[in-house]
């Protein structure tokens, strides 16, 4: 029994939210905080809240996040940092991976404010035959990590298990050589090098008659091959209009990109501690493919990676292609935006979609996330917590909806706005805040910034640099929202109008926004989230409780279809008696 409930308004409300100079809703000016180095092209923040790292022309800095110091800063000359990501590995030492505008991943240490380079992922051997990270991926402390690269045409995922232990212990006998007052010389390390895990590749055809792990090997068979049909059919119809921030390759219509995500244990008969925060698999989707494949962490052992390509543990299998996708927290269930406006989600502990839903035909999905902290006033049910999912899906038009979805086919879909009429209107950024539920942070293209109160359809307020500056690059802002400090770092540039120099006009500066400090945001800060609530009722740590739990689908399932059963009989039934009826008559 699916539900569809649109905004109500014609986005009377959004049009509001649009225009302040119509409505009441409060503007609130950022606080400049330092200026940035120049060409800051991304900011990263660590999960403990200390640090921020600025990617930028000539490498990468570290900053105090409190004092907004710069602490530490790596750089060489003809390099520019595009991406950039920071994690802790132990107490006061911190894993970076980032990639160049070349399209090269390294990866660095920080500690003791010092920034060790510790490895180049596809460091350039051969000229001729450049590799090319397109994207790049930290997890589970810095203990794994993924790249997409491209060579020639092809492409591939490189999935690692990195040396997090060696690296930490040669850290201390840098630091102890560092310290010792009889070494002059400066400190030479060779860090232990990266090791691919796992090697992926566009599925293809199994040759032989090779066993496909918990696949039959004629069911893995069929599915690849059509995968691969529908797949080249998608890819020469999207020839045209290619990705151009995805692909480095724009006249090769056999290119593709893939999108991962690492997994967590679900399975408590595994053996695994459903509380690591260790990746057991990771599931992977190719552009233009039906099918999310997945393949194990814990099978392989690095020496074994290179001799013979992975074959995926499970396969997903979906009716329409893929578009887009997201994991919850503990990443039980998969979300899929498929063509022709279908998102279903994939429970990993049955097997089974927990619910597909359909959204109007017109909207072509964008992108999605979980919301792992959502208020449920408007919801009210005895559904148990992990039972319950909310997706916030975004489509191309600038649609947003919300989707609450349960086992089986009870669904509600709100559509929290509609497409805007201008273009510049469009959203190019719409996240969720886990310390605001409720709440999202929306910057459109035309450099507006505002917070969206999704309940009640209403602008909370607006957010804007001070004066003369604006948002960098509103169709890309460069900013971060760190969750620990409940607050929103952006860069902003001076306005564009001709009357500050050329030094001037190069000169970014850091903005901060805390949400804390804002009496219109104060009270609607939640200080314990409920997403830790949802990741213990998603985990569901003990096979007992697991097994309770199924007990209580698979009951509930049965009711519903005895249900849904005795009335398609009593339907039947009545249809019968009407006919009977008319051919007494006749």
């Known amino acids: ?28 000016e950022l606080e400049s905080v330092t200026q940035s180095p120049e060409s800051t092209n991304c900011i990263a923040c660590t999960e403990d809240g200390r640090y921020l790292s600025l990617g930028h022309c000539r490498g990468l800095s570290v900053w105090c996040a409190s004092s907004f110091v710069r602490v530490a800063e790596w750089l060489q000359d003809q390099l520019e940092i595009t991406f ?28 003791c404010d010092d920034i060790h380079l510790l490895s180049v992922i596809n460091a350039m051997e051969d000229i001729n035959h450049r590799s090319i990270c397109s994207t790049f991926a930290l997890y589970g402390s810095g203990h794994f990590g993924a790249a997409s690269i491209s060579c020639n045409g092809a492409s591939w995922l490189e999935v690692y298990q990195l040396p997090v232990a060696v690296w930490l212990a040669e850290l201390e006998t840098v630091s102890a050589r560092e310290q010792d007052p009889n070494v002059t010389e400066s400190v030479d390390v060779k860090w232990s090098s990266v090791e ?12 032989g008659n090779s066993q496909g792990g918990a696949l039959g090997a004629d069911l893995l068979k069929h599915c690849l091959v059509v995968d691969e049909i529908r797949s080249s059919s998608c890819l020469d119809a999207d020839a045209g209009t290619t990705d151009t921030s995805r692909s480095p390759r724009l006249n090769d219509i056999s290119f593709r990109w893939c999108t991962h995500h690492f997994l967590l244990s679900c399975d408590p008969f595994s ?10 698999a990771v599931a992977v989707w190719w552009s ?22 992975p074959t995926p543990d499970s396969l997903w299998p979906n009716a329409n292609r893929i578009i887009c996708s997201a994991v919850s927290r503990r990443t039980r269930y998969i979300a899929l935006g498929l063509d022709d406006a279908l998102v279903c989600v994939w429970d990993r502990r049955t097997g089974a979609p927990l619910s597909i839903i359909s959204l109007p035909k017109y909207s072509s999905l964008l992108r999605m ?7 449920e006033l408007l919801h009210p049910s005895q559904t148990p917590a992990a039972e319950v999912v ?21 669904t509600c879909t709100t559509q929290l706005s509609e497409r805007p009429n201008d273009s510049r209107d469009l959203p190019s950024v719409t996240i969720s805040m886990p310390f605001l539920p409720g709440i999202l942070l929306i910057i459109q293209r035309n450099g507006k910034m505002f917070l969206q109160d999704v309940i009640n359809k209403t602008a909370v307020c607006f957010l804007t ?20 400090l409940q607050a929103l770092f952006i860069r902003g540039d001076l306005e564009n109008n001709g009357s500050h120099s050329l030094k001037e006009a190069i000169q970014s500066r850091l903005f901060v926004f805390r949400f804390g400090q804002c009496c219109i945001i104060e009270q609607r800060i939640v200080s314990h989230p409920a997403s830790s609530q949802r990741q213990n009722a998603e985990s569901h740590g003990t096979p007992e409780e697991a097994c309770s739990l199924y007990l209580q689908q698979r009951n509930k399932a049965l009711e519903q279809t005895f249900e849904r059963l005795h009335k398609t009989a009593q339907m039947i039934e009545q249809r019968q008696q009407n006919y009977n009826k008319l051919r007494k008559k006749k």
Request: proline letters at 9%; charged letters at 15%; one cysteine or more.
């Open 369 to 375: 996330e979980y919301l792992d902290c959502w208020p």
């Open 84 to 111: 950039l990501q920071m994690t802790r590995m132990a107490k006061m030492t911190y894993l970076l991976g980032s990639v160049d505008d070349m399209g090269v991943a390294r990866l660095f240490i920080f500690h």
């Open 196 to 207: 691919v895990l796992i090697k992926i590749t566009p599925p293809h055809l199994p040759a």
């Open 271 to 280: 053996g695994q501690p459903l509380q690591s925060e260790l990746p057991v």
């Open 465 to 484: 640099p001070p004066t003369p500056y604006q948002f960098s690059s509103a169709c890309n802002p460069v900013f971060v929202l760190d969750p620990q």
């Open 288 to 309: 233009g493919s039906h099918n999310l494949l997945q393949y194990s962490l814990q099978k392989v052992s690095i020496k074994k990676a290179a001799e013979a390509a």
């Open 390 to 410: 909310h997706l916030l899906v975004m489509s191309k038009g600038g649609e947003l909806y919300m989707i609450r979805a349960e086992r089986g086919t009870h």
């Open 1 to 28: 029994m699916q539900f569809y409930r649109s905004a109500g308004q014609k986005s009377g409300e959004m049009a509001a939210a649009c225009n302040p100079e119509e409505c009441t809703v409060p503007t609130v």
